[in-house]
Structures are given as structure tokens and as C-alpha cells.
């Protein structure tokens, strides 16, 4: 057969950087999830047809072969691109060569922004960011703080490439590291390079990847795997559908310089079947991979073989632990099984096999491109580097950032997530509470952290966990044994079943956190809560089980006293634990309509006709339909 | 000097000795750390949680999952681990039906056990318990899902050693089950009964079905003669209900308790064991000689039988056509013993005593049985039997052994080793061997079948020619020497396929046990009772021969065929091929009526019955043929019915009628 030629990495990039030299402007609208919801993708149709009815030249594609021949750059290239992380503004709109960013761009604003700012070079004010700290309107990422703040690497391409191009991920410099750990390195070096760089697993635990490399590496076998793990499953993170939407072919390169590294010829991206776009940009990468030739029977010209697999999960969060996401792509249930032996030793089908998470092999490629002093730079001396959060909850700026680690809290809530919001959405500078941090398996912060450096050691010191990245501010409104509850909550939906632990364990801490809440709880319940939790965290099989327990421990730790003000007096200071509170009527309020009395279901309400009603708390059921029916608002829970 | 690879246990230097893992380390060591899911013949699973150890430098692990390694120092019952532990049983506790004084595993329950071990004496978590139906669906086991502590080991010996996986789990987080496919009922899957699910579960959520009721009201009716026939690996496995070795025969002692309940006959099935050989090992040379339906499988186990229709159909005539000594016995009991012992046939009750569930099975299979009566009436395990002599109030220990009854109480040694993985083949060849060199056997012990591989391989030279056997139980095992049949590249002549590991003393209705010992024991038992015997060649069974010369005549012949021989059927579900209903042939029109589940749901079955009437009603069968097919994959439109070359979809009788109106009259006659 005839061998597939070298890829000329140069000339891809080349011909790219012509082709869009001949067009003057670019607009890219993002089409990440967020945005998709609030009607980008209409957004982007509206462009395209609107300039071209005002008679300007508009395309959607580059086409590559074209060389920059004209003189003077014209026309449009509209072009999609990943996840912006400024989710909460969407749908996102930039503009270049100009660098304006216009946010929550809806339908009716395209023909002003082809009128104004493509025809007469006229900003549209109103569409750009206004600062809530100060009101000044911004004109770009380069003047919002929320953008401004952080240290895009790994998200440095998102939304600003075509993820679906693979030509301006060349252009960008990508496959180039790629090619550089094929062709001019051994895999020694190459475990060598990550060791040295530092790199820690993005996915939860922050393993040495160099290390685990390097295990897989020294194994007998010709038959090897890598697979990278795209089961993002903890509520609130989306930081790795952003990157496999955003930049897919990153993930792409980091595998192919993982299984350089170990020797695999056969790699898995595994993808939770709930990201469809995830999925449908992933396959399209490797599609393109394939057909470049990156992809195939001759990486590189080596003559190795190199394919790689993109698998649907079905969604359970026990798959994102890697033994169980190996047993998922063998086709047997998801369930974990003891370590040892590794996956490193025996892992898919019984050979060694790495499983990375998608941050993690997005980070490769800049390491071996810059190399790892370069990479040491920023972070922390033990946690080299940069890291994705999801950032929700209470707080101004909600969305996808990415720090260095050693950054403090206090610099994520207050300057990039611009302050803690109130109840009504409004920025109050003295509502923090606390942040929860790394989803169920992580645990909740307090004001006392706010300064403590985020990293990997600093967060299992202070009982919590970077996990995969997940960050939710709450305000003062915020019951942390509820927050408690709801994690607690969904790890008992999500068990395997499998170890007896975690299975019981998880289903009796919600009945006492359930105790707790609902004022049933004794003063043996907290004790037996506790002793309960730790037990679950020493002896679960998985580390799913072991971290079960982190956000009763953690808010144990940090909120004892609002545990025990709900358990020994029966009440709940953020007031929002209804089963501890009691309905009562205004008669300031009240206007003796009769109504709320008629909806009470055991007739606990009374009171004369145009006078003030009453309710007998001991036959109240605290159902609330007095609360939803009154009309004058007279009715309330304290 | 050598030094050995040592690990210290509480202070104390233990030798490693190629351990799978630290837990079999401990044990050795004499420790007998808890475990529900650990099991030497399964694969390493961590779930229980219960064998958490303190490792020095490493923290606490679980030993099973731990290699042990030179120098490690553990600690096993430290007080965090007591108190890992203690809640781990509670927790287990709090979601059990612990109706534990009524329930069948209750002796025997390592939950029980274990709550009793660490002293546990309230369980401070709350009930959280959700009663599940109950699954008595099937002859052999019951299966309740309200004792289930979820630890798989039903899941693994089903898969790993059996091969089939009739269960598994299903479902996440508090809704965790173990259930057969979709939720059904286990008569409805693929389960072969062998109940070794229910050996290895350490609660009584599964567990063989009884039938001691019954039992005990047939042997209240006086009206009834009620016989047993005792199965080779009883003798050896009863005595431990009694706190005896495992392995030491109880023959006569059984016999006694037996009559004491008021059992008026006790026969042995080593009796019909014998028979079993000489009807077998006649058809074996007759094969071999034909070279027709080589290799030859044997036939006496019933998990095998079912596991050998539902997945190689195309083998059974591999099959020994002999009925297992259990049917053997049945069939001349209720032939003979009505005018040997002056009873009406009605009257007649044959109980079997047995170490095997799928026994249970095989008794009521159609057929075994005549007008509607079963050969075998009720199956008892070992276990059932040791309690009805509980209940009975009888003190096994003392009771003085009582002799069989003859006739079919008399047995060589062959027909005792039956009862172990080894022991037809060894039986086939003291009887073979003989009748093929017509010189008598110096020594009658086939050392090379002997053993406790799970496929064991033997050559002979007998005659001239060479024999090669094969040994096999577990029914994974027998799946891969099946699979070589099938492939027709199997070497061997003649194998036997034993379900359970180590053949019927491994059996799921004996006492249960979790680790190799006591079926090493039993089978050493059973070879001691051969030596024992004076007689060891099934020829030397006067009462047999006896048997063929005044009742079946000829070995092989018509009579012998009628009671002692058996025929199989397919299970498969889908048959590979489709079924001609009226006689097939290429050049008449064809009508497929798709069968598929969705099809037969919506009426397909009528449907066809219906044209393969309407057929014959209108004389059509020389140019019409009607057959049944497996699923055209067009479910939802479904009944699919093809007329010659047109396919009807939601096809109705009438639309099917028109059609073959159609075809019939353009069709070329």
C-alpha cells in the first residue's frame, strides 16, 4: 500500500493564515451551550444574511486553497467558536480586527450592528459590558475584569477558533507538539518532560500525570491504551464540555502525545452521551484527524498505528471513576473494582492503560510546546500551572474561568465573579458565606479561606478539593446542612451500589441529615452523623465513596453551630429549612378574607370574617398552601 | 541462607507462600477476618468492606484486594477498624427483612453470624427496608430479594464458574438489585438450577426451594408407601448438619433416620448408578465403534442437560440418551416396586435424597413422567433431609446404623463415585475397559481422571485403540469443551460435565460451605467408601444382572430403552433456522409469518394457526407452504407477514387471505 506522506504541518498553517488574510473582518459568535440556549446559532444566521442583503461579502467558511492574491483584505468570515465562559452575558458576539465584544446579543440587534459598527465604524454602546463596580461600558475582553483577571491557557483557543477547523487549530500552532513527541522525542522523554513539568490530574485527585505515564509506560506488552475521560458528572461543572466544544482537537493532540508516551496504538475519548455537541465536535476532530493522515497507519511517517475511539456514556457518575469507566467501555455495568492492580498495570481489555481527564490532555500539548520550565511558571510550586472552574452560585459573573493555581479565593468571587449577590441579584459586599468547592466530592470554604492560595494540597488540607473544578458561591441566605443535604443527595442517587458503605452509608446520612432538617435530630444524632461520615470516608472502595462523605465533614467543620442550633433549638438560622420553621399570620396584613382558612387542608386556620385569621400550630402540617394562596402577602415562614 | 517473604500479622511473622492476597495470608495465620464477598474460587470483588486491615504506611485496606508483600506490618482489629466494621454490619442491618427465626438460612446466615461476632446488639441506624415480592417461581430456588445484602457473589458464581450470568445487577444508588434479565422471574431465564447462587449467598436470599411439607404429609397418610433412594454425595455431606468432618459416610445412620420418620422403604441411587454405567458405557462402544456421536457427552446431571438445550441444541445428540440414576431409579420403582411390594401405583411415593436443587427440576420435567404422575415424586436436599431429622427430634450422632433394603439397595463401588467430578468416567472404564478386552482389571482405580481441575484431560490405551476422555465441572468449563464439539475440533471420546464444582458433593443442596475443603474431604470420603465395598465394577452387581434377565432384557434393548433412556429438546427461544410448519419446498408459495416477540404480541401466533388452516381447509398444501420466522425488525409495524415476494405490514388475517388469493393466481402451477 501506498504510505501516507508526512504531514506538512507549516504549509496547513500557512495557507490558513493567507486565506484569512484576505478577509477583513472576522465575527465569531459563540456557540457554547449557554449561548446556543439564549439563540446564537439564530444570531449567527441573522449576520449572515442581513450583511449580505446590505451587500457586503460574507462567508462561513475559509476555503484554504485560496491563496491571499488581492490586494486589499474585504468581506466578512462568520465564523462559530466554542465556550466564551461568560456564560451568564450570552449570546456573545466579537468583532475583529476591532476586538469589540457585544453581549446577551439577541435577534433584533444584528441589524444595527451591521448598520452601525460594519457600515459607518460605529460602536453599538448598549450592547457592550457595562462594569457593575464602576458603570463604565467595555469595550472588549481586554477591559472586562471578569476576563481581564484570569490566565486563559488551556482556554486561551476557546472561542476564539472554529473548533470544527482543523486548519486554524494548525494555524494556532497545534499538532505541532504533537509532531515534535512522535518524531523528536522518545517516550522516555516525553514522561520525563511531564514529570518534570509538574502536571497534576485535572479530574479530581491531582495524581503526578508524569508518574502515571511512566507506569504504563514500563509495562511489557505491544498492546496499550489511552483514554481520556470525558464523564463530567458533578452538578454545576462544565468545564471540560467547554473544552472538548471549544478546542476538541487540543484534547486530541494531548492523547496522541499520551499514547507516544506509552506506547498505545488505540485511544478512547469517553463522553457523557448528555454533551451532544461535545460528542458530535470530538467525532468531527478525529474525522479530520483521520483524513489529514494525523490519524492512522503512519503517525507522523513513524509507520505506527494510531486510532482513536469516540464512545457515548450513559451518564452515570460512577463512570468518571476510571475503573468503572473502564468496566462501561468493555460493556459491563459501571461499577469500580479494587485497586490494585492499576489501570496503569491492567486496565481496558486486561492491558495497560492510561485514563486522563480532558483538561489534563488539553494542558499536554502546551507543555511539550513550551516545555516544562516554561509550563512551572505560573502556579504554585506543587501545583504547576493553570485550572479551570465552573464558577455559579451567588455571585455577579457566572461562568467558565481559568486561574493559576495559588490564586486565593478572594480574587475569583470578588474580582473575576465580580461579588457575592443577594437574594435579588444584586451585589452586597458583606453577603459571602461560603463556597463550595469540587461538587460531591469536595467541601465548603468559609470567609477564613478567602485568602488561603487554591491549590491541590492547600484544599485537601482545609477538607475540601479542587475535583474537577466545580465552584459555587452561596450567600448568607444559604443553609449549609441543606447544601450538605443536596450533595448528599445526589451521591446516593449516583452510587453504584456497590460497596456497602458507600450504598448504605450515603442513604442513612440523608435520612439523619433528613432528621436534622426536618427537627427529629436528638444530640446523638450529630455524633452519629459524624462517626457515620468518617467511617464511609476510611473504608468505601472507590474514591467516589471515600469523598461521599466531604460536604457533611466539611460544613461539620466549618457550620457545627448551625448543625446544632437545627438540632437543640430547633431552628434554622438561614431561616430556610421550612420543616423547623412556622407559618404565621400578619394582622397588620390580614385582611380576614377567609381564603388561606378555606385552602388549609386539616382546618388549622381560624379567625372571624374581616378580622385577623390565626394559625394553631399544632395542627399545622406546614404545607404552605395558606402562604401561596393569600393575596396580600400576609402569611409567611419564621 | 534463604530468607523467606514474610508479613507480621498482630505481632506475629507469617510466611508467604504464593497468597493470592493478604486476606488468605491472615487466614493462614488462623485469623478468621469477616468477609461477605470473598470467595477462593471467585474473582477478588471489595465490596463487603468487613476485611479492612490497618497496613503499616499504608493506612487501612481491604485484604482481599491487597497483595501481600515482604515485610508488611498489619494490624487486624484496631479500634477505628472495629468501628468501620461494626457500622458496616449495621448499616446492613438497617436495610434487611430481619424476620431472621423463620428464615431458611438461618443456621447458616453469615449476617446473623456476624452482627453476633462484633457484638453487636442495637442497630442505631433506621429501618429503611422496602419489602420486594418474594420469587418462588422456580422448581428449585427461591429467590428473596428482601435478604439480599447485595455483596454479588450469586452474580459472580453464575458468571465466572457457571458461565450463564442468570443474574445480575441493575439499577443505581438505593434501588441496587441483583434480578435476573429485566426484572423476570427466574423460571423465566436462562438459570439451570444448579442453586450454586444459593451455596455461595450468605443470607437466605437465595435458597433451594422445600419440599419437607409435603414429605412429611405422605409420610403421615397410611394409605402411602413411601420409598427413598439416597444419592451417592448425601453420605458424605449429611454428617456435617451434625457437626461431623465433612466426609465421613453416614450411609446407615441416614437409613435409621429414614425409618424413624417412617420411611417404609430406603433404596440407594448407586444402585441405578450402576445401572447407569453399563446402559452408558454399551452405548459409548457402540458409538465409538459407529463412529457416530463421538465425543459422548454424559447425561446424569440435570444443570448440564438444561445448559446443553439452551445453548447447544445441535449437540445433543452427543448426549448419553440414559436417564440420570435419580430418573432410572424413579422409572423402575413406579415400574416394579407396585407388585414387589403389593401397593397400588398411586400409592407409591419415590423421595429422592439429594445434594443437587436441579434435581427438583429434572423430577417434574414431562418427561419423567407417566399419565400424568412423576417417576420421582419429591426431591429432598441434604439440607432438607438434616432438618426433618431436626424436627423429627432425632440425635443423628447416636443413631445405630440400619442396612439398605434390596434389592435397590445392593451397589458396586462404581456407582458410589458418581458422586464426585471423575467418578462416571472412572465407573465407565472399570465396566469399558472389560467388556473391550475381555481381560478382567488388575486395579480398578483410574488415578488419571481423579483430581480437582476443572477440566481434566486423560488418555488410555484399551484394546488397541486409544480412549481420550475428558473431566469437566463447572459449567464454564463445560461451554469451552462444548464450543470444541461444535467447532468439530474436539480430541476427546467420551466427557463427562459435572455442573457443580467437584461434581454432586459440591451440589447446592448440601450443607453449605465456602471453601475448597470440605468438597476435597467429601469426594476422599466417597472414594473411601469404594474401597470399603467388596464389590467395585457395576458387572459384579448381581441384582443387576439379575435385573436384565428377568425384567429389561437386553442392555440397550426395547424394555431397557423404555425405562432407563430419554430423549432432548432445543430450548433456544429462536430456533437458528426457520420452521417449516407445512411441508417446506422451494417451488411452492411462500408465506413467513414473523414470530418475533412484538408480532406474537400483537397476534401473530393466531395468525398463523389461522392460514395454516385456512391451508389446509382449502386443499392448498401442495403449492402453499406456511412456516414461522424470527423477526423481520420491523416491530412496529408488526404482525409482518410474507406473502411470496410482498410484505404485508399490521397484517390481518384477511389482508394475508386476499394476498394469497393473489399469488395463488398468478402463480405458476
Known sequence: MTS??????ERIAEEYGNARKALARRITICAGTGCVANGALKV???????????????????????????????????????????????????????????????????????????????????????????????????????????????????????????????????????????????????????????????GGGGFPTGRKWEAARVQPGDKKYVICNGDEGDP???????????????????????????????????????????????????????????????????????????MEGAGAFVCGEETALIASIEGQRGMPRPKPPFPAQSGLWGKPTIINNVETLATVPLIIRQGAAEFRKIGTEK??????????????????????????????????????????????????????????????????????????????????????GGLVVMNKSTCMVNVARFFMQFTQNESCGKCVLCREGTKQMLALLDDIIEGRATGETLELLERLAVAVKKGSLCGLGKTAPNPVLSTLRYFRAEYEAHVHQKSCPARQCKGLLGLTIDPEKCKGCGLCAR???????????????????????????????????????? | MRTKATVTIDGREVAINGERNLLEVIRKAGIELPTFCYHSDLSVYGACRLCLVQVEGRGICAACSTPAQDGMKVRTTTEEIREI???????????????????????????????????????????????????????????????????????????????????????RGHQVAVLPAFGKDLKDVECVYCGQCANVCPTGALTPRSEVEQVWKELDNPRKVVVAQIAPAVRVGLGEAFGLEPGTVVTGKIVAALKAMGFNYVYDTSFTADLTVIEEANEFIARKQAAKNIPQFTSCCPGWVKFAEQYFPDLLPHLSSCKSPQQMFGALAKDLLPAKLNVDRKDLVIVSIMPCTAKKFEAQLPRFQKDGVRDVDYVLTTQELARMIEEAGLKFNTL???SLDMPFGFKTGAGVIFGNSGGVTEAVLRYAVEKLTGVTLDSVDFEAVRGEEGLREATLEVGGQKLRLAVVHGLANARKVAEQVKAGQSPYDLIEVMACPGGCIGGAGQPVYRDRQPRRLRTEGLYEADKMLELHKPQENHFISELYREELGEIGGERAHELLHTHYHSRRRIADTSLSLVDGDRSKLNISVCVGTNCMVRGAQTLLHNLIRHVEERGLQDVVDVKASFCFEQCDKGPTVVVGDKLIHKCTFQAACQALDEAVAVEPK
Open chain 1, 4 to 9: 501516507t506522506p508526512v504531514i506538512d504541518l
Open chain 1, 44 to 202: 449567527f444566521d441573522a449576520f449572515v444574511e442581513k450583511i449580505a442583503a446590505a451587500g457586503l461579502p460574507v462567508v462561513t467558511e475559509l476555503k484554504s486553497e485560496a491563496p491571499a492574491a488581492t490586494a486589499k483584505p474585504d468581506g466578512t468570515l462568520m465564523s462559530h467558536s466554542g465556550c466564551q465562559g461568560f456564560c451568564q452575558m450570552g449570546p456573545l458576539v466579537t468583532l475583529e480586527p476591532e476586538g469589540i465584544l457585544y453581549t446577551r446579543v439577541q435577534l433584533a440587534d444584528v441589524d444595527e450592528i451591521v448598520n452601525e459598527t460594519l457600515i459607518n465604524g460605529r460602536i453599538v454602546d448598549r450592547l457592550l459590558y457595562e462594569d457593575p463596580s464602576n458603570g463604565k461600558r467595555c469595550k472588549g475582553t481586554a477591559d472586562i475584569p471578569f476576563y481581564v483577571r484570569q490566565a486563559r491557557t488551556v482556554l486561551r483557543e476557546c472561542g476564539h477558533v472554529d473548533p470544527e477547523n482543523i486548519a486554524e487549530y494548525i494555524h494556532h500552532g497545534g499538532y505541532f507538539a504533537a509532531r515534535r513527541a512522535w518524531t523528536a522525542m522518545q517516550p522516555k522523554d516525553i514522561c520525563e518532560e511531564i514529570t518534570l513539568s509538574g502536571l497534576r490530574g485535572r
Open chain 1, 236 to 310: 454545576g461543572a462544565f468545564m471540560d464540555r467547554s473544552v472538548m466544544e471549544g478546542n476538541p482537537h487540543s484534547v486530541l493532540e494531548g492523547l496522541m502525545i499520551a499514547a507516544r508516551a506509552i506506547g498505545a496504538d488505540e485511544m478512547y475519548v469517553y463522553v457523557r452521551a448528555e454533551y451532544p455537541l461535545a460528542v458530535k465536535r470530538i467525532r468531527r476532530a478525529v474525522q479530520d484527524a483521520e483524513q489529514l493522515g494525523l490519524l492512522g497507519d503512519n503517525v507522523f511517517g513513524t509507520g505506527q498505528s494510531l486510532r482513536c475511539h469516540v
Open chain 1, 383 to 468: 501545583s504547576p500551572g493553570t485550572k479551570t472552574f465552573a464558577l455559579t452560585g451567588h455571585v455577579a459573573n457566572t461562568g467558565l474561568i481559568e486561574v493559576p493555581f495559588g490564586t486565593t479565593l478572594r480574587e475569583i468571587v470578588f474580582n473575576i465573579g465580580g461579588g457575592v449577590t443577594n437574594a435579588k441579584g444584586q451585589v452586597d459586599g458583606d453577603g459571602f458565606r461560603a463556597v463550595q468547592i469540587g461538587g460531591p466530592s469536595g467541601g465548603c470554604l468559609t470567609q477564613e479561606h478567602l485568602d488561603l492560595p487554591l491549590d491541590f494540597d492547600s484544599l485537601t488540607g482545609a477538607g475540601a478539593m479542587v475535583g474537577s
Open chain 1, 599 to 638: 385552602k388549609c387542608p386539616v382546618n388549622a386556620i381560624s379567625g372571624e370574617k374581616k378580622q385577623p385569621h390565626r394559625i394553631d400550630s399544632s395542627k399545622c402540617l406546614k404545607c404552605g398552601a395558606c402562604e401561596e394562596a393569600c393575596k396580600f402577602k400576609a402569611i409567611s415562614w419564621n
Open chain 2, 85 to 171: 466494621r461494626r457500622i458496616a454490619v449495621e448499616l446492613l442491618l438497617a436495610n434487611h427483612d430481619q424476620s431472621c427465626p423463620t428464615c431458611p438460612k438461618a443456621s447458616a446466615c453469615q449476617l446473623q453470624n456476624l452482627a453476633r461476632r462484633l457484638g453487636i446488639e442495637k442497630v442505631r441506624f433506621k429501618p429503611v427496608h422496602d419489602p420486594e415480592p418474594v420469587d418462588r417461581s422456580s422448581p428449585s430456588l427461591v429467590r428473596d430479594p428482601n435478604k439480599c445484602v447485595l455483596c454479588g457473589d450469586c452474580v459472580r458464581v453464575c458468571s465466572e464458574i457457571q458461565g450463564i450470568g442468570a443474574i445480575d445487577f441493575a439499577y
Open chain 2, 400 to 402: 445405630r446404623p440400619e
